[in-house]
């Protein structure tokens, strides 16, 4: 590189700002303070190939701190990607625009991850690592031997989900991975001490991390930290002390700068100060000759790459999982069939682990693992072994007590691909991962959660441990499929769509105990409707129950009791609101007769419900708080039996009779 | 003490590997481990008396790793507590006994707070710390002079809100924190060094914590450990060496003895191991006679502590406050007066701090915060200075970028008493606090979550910063009153309602963007009936618009545009679903007749709002992720304008009357 490389991150700094005064909105604080870490890391560290986003090898870049948007969006420009244009930035945070106001994965190719939530771009880096790690272990260093590069602010830091983060890429001693941090020491509200008195580099510290330094506008001190962090076998955070606003020379090292445009007067007197002739929008020839000479500078091993996969054996099973495609040997339905031979009465928890003993043996791209409830979630199967640091061919990972942290390595390691993450906790600590679990829908990302003791089944553990309103607070999350299987059949079925689902993340509420199983015979996936009708009335349908998870065998119960008064009743088994809602009008109205009394039984919250029973209609369900007892007797005690349903439909149907 | 402090801690083993064994749920392991220290703490530390569990100068204890239940139950039933009793101990985990399987602050009054969801006691305890230096700042040494003791396991430590609540306590210096750290080195998946490998002291030190340690099983130690926490001016972590399940010869030190019963053999070898010859529940005299001896001896200090208040010219005041009630400056509602005269053109997050302007003036009880965005929670009042270490009677904290913390701190803070705490964020950030949210609801505390930038009009920042089903996935969680004003004097009727609710939290959504003041006369507050009919149609009512926030003003132009049409429509403002539902049934059928078409009109998921519109009303909503661009726009782009409105009324009217 002959450039200089203050010129170079010049036009970052100008674009940066340039882009937040046309908005009149944004962060030019971040960009124009990290720019010169950034340009340096990009022009001679990072490998990339412009003209290829998806290289498979490419080193994986996140902007945990997401705020500082135009960072990433100048520096793909200028390295070469097709996408942003100059039009694109000129329209930044405008309807339309891939520049959004926080980078989105899912409208710029280049873009790894979307990023904006403090603390989960980090997160999701680490997830990244992981996943290079362990298809290095099982391709070798020709096809998988790539770095994971973060920029993180004081608030990514700062955010607890960092603490998981840290401790789960320090014990697993991620040597790719390499965090750089914008250590301004300015957030919003203002200087950092009005809040954190953290020595942060001991904390790295102590949890396995190499921690460097530099001076973040001095070319060699960056040189020489980024070369010591490559050098280094632990993961690394550099602590890269920086002006935030550098070049703006009023505002720079102050808030002022950090979520609010510049002002045109300030634009001006940095323009000044920088020397930047150019109009808006518009980059020297020469600066911008030099940017993309920069990033085709791995053009050459790019190519070389593809030789060797080319020559490789691992060829196609390798590029089958990286473009996410299932193996072959998952449509058989082996295990189907052997559910119909052998009916099993089990916990589905113990059902998605049987189901998960016939995946894993045929599916070699799942890494399953559990914050800390491994024998509860039931998510290890027998053959897996731990993804260890001195294994990473491993496919179970022991997260710890992180959820949130497990729920973003999980979107981290589906963004990278190759594998399929799947990973346990309590239904009720979604609550603890949600933010990961809204960020794995928004990413359109095949994360797959196992959350089992989904209702007051639960029994002894008491209402902190109780999911009332969970199940249905999850499927309001856009692009999310939740599934509440009812026997050990819907339980398999619904694996199979979750695992089928490439474009968004699936999650499986599951019992504690034990179920009968329902299905005996071989059907078609029944649950991919959503919605089926379980048992059809024998007596005149007068009722449709409809029915989630452990209520259906109670629904069952109940529609037993009315039939045996002469009251024809259907049982509609209701695995997943999203798949029936997509359904066709005729579908669903045979499911859902407009002539009958409908009434659903769920052990969760009845908001929502009206959706489906209608004001006529009756929601058995539970609005309040669980309590601490054996379940059997919760049931009872909350109204979840055919005793205490059956006379609630007999006065709805008298009162309906009565209209 | 004469008595051997082994003996006293084998009554608490005892104790609790019976209950455990009785109930055949739940986990011995810990209390066994930690038998030894808590019997020190609470024989010779702890500042108590059992005779009054409310004496408002008591130490404060929170069993942080609540699944050891049964080490707080033995505690108060040995100290002389009235609850809980020998049986309610047999009737562990039972149905009706106050001994849950996790401590709930609600069923025993001893119980500081309701743990479990792990990391959250450590973080409530951080809360509680701030609470009593705040209040020892106001009211002296006399009234105000204890400390706040935590127990932790492993989990609490690893949970990403351990970091958040570390961070706070080491930056506001509460070195009346002391933390013992029942370092096992065991969690449910087994050895701790299956998923960690931090060095747990250092990362406090670098958070400005005292560490000690212990070996957990030697009195003198124990002694000489707590002696140092408590002489440190920093908060302390005890690193206290146990073996988990001491006392279970063949199963002690391991993940065995963690969440299950001992089994009869076991329990069997333990009570020869022990040499304690008592039937299960069955004490022996001389031991209960140590610890009720223990128990009382605070006494004395209680009695001169209520001589010290009697004698006190802050003796009402104190009281008042400790006791929740609100001050009768209140009542006045000159502020009503106030904005009846000088409408308020302005966002809700503005007319929010104007309330508070008026409320922080009368009501000295608060302390308002923000997780890094008090500028644009406008949660900051003019007069508020900070509460810092070096001036603890501060009343605005600055929490950092810790949203998870921050809430679970205004829970301890709540559950100190003497305070009122509200605290803000983006209200997509409220998934991050989610857990704690829940916990305020659950353990019934007044604490107020000022979440504002509620919806797609945040505008710019795009789909990971716009709540979609934030507001409505709230409203599920049982207990909480959620509030989404539609003017000035909705958002000051909303504080009035969250400030009078003593027995549970309440969240205010607010807006970034201004809106109009609607309600102009002085009336009484409206609000408290959770919906209310704010303009009456003119021509024959045939639809019915229920809005919320600033989808209100959107309502009033959408019926004005009907009316003009010829159709009646009345608009319906509905700040909080949960106060109307509330309500008897007549007034209910006068705000939302049967026989008009209804609409809602929410700029969040519609999925719920089927309660309130019926199968043929019409949900006006948004199900998928926003987008980034100016506020306006998406309004226009989703439909949320009276031109898109109108032609879906018209046409389900059709629809209504072709029927």
Known sequence: ?????????????????????????????????????????????????????????????????????????????????????????????????????????????????????LGQGFAMAVGMAIAERHLNALFGDDLVDHRTWVISGDGDLMEGVNHEAVGLAGHLQLGRLNVLWDNNKITIDGPTDLSTSEDIPERYRASGWHVGSCDGHDFGSIRRALDEAVADPRPSLVDCRTIIGWGAPNKMGTAATHGAALGPDEVKAAREHLVWDSEPFDLPEPIVAAWREAGARH????????????????????????????????????????????????????????????????????????????????????????????????????????????????????????????????????????????????????????????????????????????VMSLRMIPNLAVYRPADAVETAECWALALERRDGPSLLALTRQNLPQLRTGRTDNLSARGAYRLRAASAVRRVVLIATGSEVELALRTAGALEGQGIGADVVSMPCWSLFDAQDEAYRADILPGDALRISIEAGTT?????????????????????????????????????????????????????
């Open 607 to 659: 908001m929502g419900w009206e959706r489906y029973v209608g004001p006529r209609g009756l929601a058995v369900g539970l609005d309040r708080f669980g309590a601490s007892a054996p379940a059997e007797e919760l049931f009872q005690r909350f109204g979840f039996t055919a005793e205490a349903i059956v006379p609630r439909i007999l006065a709805a149907l008298k009162m309906q009779g009565d209209q």
């Open 299 to 470: 053009r050459q091993s790019h190519e070389n790459w593809r030789a060797l996969l080319a020559a490789s054996t691992h060829r196609e099973e390798f590029v089958r999982r990286m473009e996410g495609r299932l193996a072959e040997g998952m449509a058989k339905g082996d295990y189907f069939d052997w559910l119909a031979a052998n009916p099993q009465k089990v916990a589905t928890r113990k059902a998605s682990e049987l189901a998960l003993e016939a995946i894993n043996a045929v599916l070699p791209d799942t890494i399953g693992g559990s914050a800390d409830l491994t024998g509860s979630n039931n998510t290890k199967t027998k053959a897996q072994k731990p993804l260890t640091k001195e294994d990473y061919s491993g496919r179970y990972i022991y997260y710890g007590i992180r959820e949130f942290g497990m729920a973003a390595a999980m979107n981290g390691m589906a963004l990278h691909g190759g594998v399929i993450p799947y990973g346990g906790t309590f239904l009720i600590f979604s609550d603890y991962c949600r933010p990961a679990i809204r960020l794995s829908a928004l990413q359109q990302v095949r994360v797959i959660y196992v959350m089992t003791h989904d209702s007051i089944g639960l029994g002894e553990d008491g209402p902190t441990h109780q999911p009332v309103e969970q």
């Open 1 to 117: 590189m002959s450039a200089d490389p203050r010129l170079l991150a010049n036009a970052i700094r100008a674009l940066s700002m340039d882009a937040v005064q046309a908005a009149n909105s944004g962060h030019p604080g971040m960009p124009m303070g990290m720019a010169d870490v950034a340009t340096i890391l990009w022009t001679e560290y990072l490998k990339h190939d412009p003209s290829d986003p998806k290289w498979h090898d490419r080193d994986r870049f996140v902007l945990s701190a997401g705020h500082g948007s135009m960072l990433i969006y100048s520096l793909l420009h200028l390295t070469g990607y097709a996408r942003p244009t100059i039009d694109d930035m000129r329209n930044f945070r405008q309807m339309g625009s891939p520049c959004a106001g926080h980078p989105e994965n899912f409208l710029l190719e280049a873009v790894e991850a979307t990023t904006g939530p």
